[in-house]
């Protein structure tokens, strides 16, 4: 399957994107799918996950309460809508898919398939 991430920019401290996560080669409804994000000069890091199957979602405490991870499935679609941001929020977002295993990854090793990544630039 084959990844593409979209919809990153600047925005002001406080704002919000939505990132897009498109999927072809493949029928994306049937993986798990994550976002990373990474920093510059830092490691990169689990944001969020969503399953293929309930819908189930995981966050990072980091964004927890502030970024939304969701799926269409009928659109090979999944995003990230991102709340309340912050300069730290700053970074590279990756999306990545992989198999359905009994629970979400949450590191890299995990997922085998990624996406180019979409930079997110949060002014204060």
């Known amino acids: 399957v084959q990844l593409q991430a979209s919809g990153g920019g600047l925005v002001q401290a406080g704002g919000s994107l939505r990132l897009s996560c498109g999927a072809s080669?493949?029928?994306?409804?049937?993986?798990?799918v994550g976002w990373f994000r990474q920093a510059t000069g830092k490691e990169r890091e689990f944001v969020a996950a969503i399953s293929w199957g309930t819908g189930s979602t995981y966050y990072a405490d980091s964004v927890k309460g502030r970024f939304t991870i969701s799926r269409d499935n009928a659109k090979n679609t999944v995003y990230l809508q991102m709340n309340s941001l912050k300069p730290e929020d700053t970074a590279v977002y990756y999306c990545a898919a992989d198999p359905p295993r009994p629970r979400l990854g949450v590191l890299s090793d995990e997922y085998h398939y990624w996406g180019r990544g979409t930079l997110v630039t949060v002014s204060s």
């Open positions: 080669g493949r029928t994306f409804s049937a993986y798990d």
